[in-house]
């Protein structure tokens, strides 16, 4: 089970989920890069991730869907702002593809993966968001909650690989 580790938010318009995940770090970077993987985790149940598609490369597009228990689905497009293999992401919804503009930018996440010893994995996930208002909604939709669910869901999943 996922240990929680306490970092505070750089700033105002922060989020972060840190935890030492019980799975090699090639596992958990492997959930989060292999859209087959990240279908399998991505949403808290009973929510479901129908599709995923990934160039994951420095300045390659990404399109996860969401649905939700009612069949409703949610694109969330997005581009990868900085990829280093096994311990890096940063990705953004501010562009949809090749730095064409999204319609409004409300978060930019940066991930970080270290080994941990023992296979386990170090795990950040901080989110920023443009502004204070967009993170209070980000925290108002559940986020930790929500990302927490889904840190469990990955945990289960990079285990087994």
Same mark, same amino acid.
């Given at each position: 089970?996922?240990?929680?580790?306490?970092?505070? =938010? $750089?700033?105002?318009?922060?989020?972060?989920?840190?935890?030492?995940?019980? $799975? !090699? &770090?090639?596992?958990?970077?492997?959930?989060? #890069?292999?859209?087959?993987?990240v279908?399998?985790?991505?949403? =808290?149940? !009973?929510? #479901?991730? =129908?599709?995923? %598609?990934?160039?994951?490369?420095? *300045?390659?597009?990404?399109?996860?869907?969401?649905?939700? !228990?009612? *069949?409703?689905?949610?694109?969330? =497009? *997005?581009?990868?702002? %900085?990829?280093?293999?096994?311990?890096?992401?940063?990705?953004?919804?501010?562009?949809?593809?090749?730095?064409?503009?999204? @319609?409004?930018?409300?978060m930019?996440?940066?991930?970080?993966? %270290?080994?941990?010893?023992?296979?386990?994995? &170090?795990?950040?996930? &901080?989110? &920023? /968001?443009?502004?204070?208002?967009d993170?209070?909604? /980000?925290?108002?939709?559940?986020?930790?909650?929500?990302w927490?669910?889904?840190?469990?869901?990955?945990e @289960?999943? $990079?285990r087994t690989?």
């Amino acid at each position: 089970m996922t240990a929680k580790l306490d970092i505070a =938010p $750089a700033n105002d318009r922060e989020l972060v989920l840190a935890r030492i995940i019980d $799975a !090699p &770090r090639e596992n958990v970077y492997r959930c989060w #890069t292999d859209p087959k993987l990240v279908t399998q985790w991505f949403a =808290p149940k !009973p929510w #479901t991730t =129908p599709r995923a %598609e990934m160039d994951v490369r420095t *300045g390659g597009s990404s399109l996860v869907v969401m649905a939700g !228990p009612d *069949g409703n689905e949610f694109p969330n =497009p *997005g581009v990868f702002l %900085e990829v280093v293999p096994g311990k890096k992401i940063v990705f953004t919804d501010a562009y949809t593809q090749a730095w064409e503009p999204s @319609e409004k930018p409300f978060m930019t996440g940066v991930l970080t993966f %270290e080994d941990e010893g023992n296979g386990k994995t &170090r795990y950040i996930a &901080r989110v &920023r /968001h443009w502004t204070v208002a967009d993170r209070e909604q /980000h925290e108002k939709m559940g986020f930790h909650d929500g990302w927490g669910q889904c840190t469990d869901q990955l945990e @289960e999943l $990079a285990r087994t690989l």
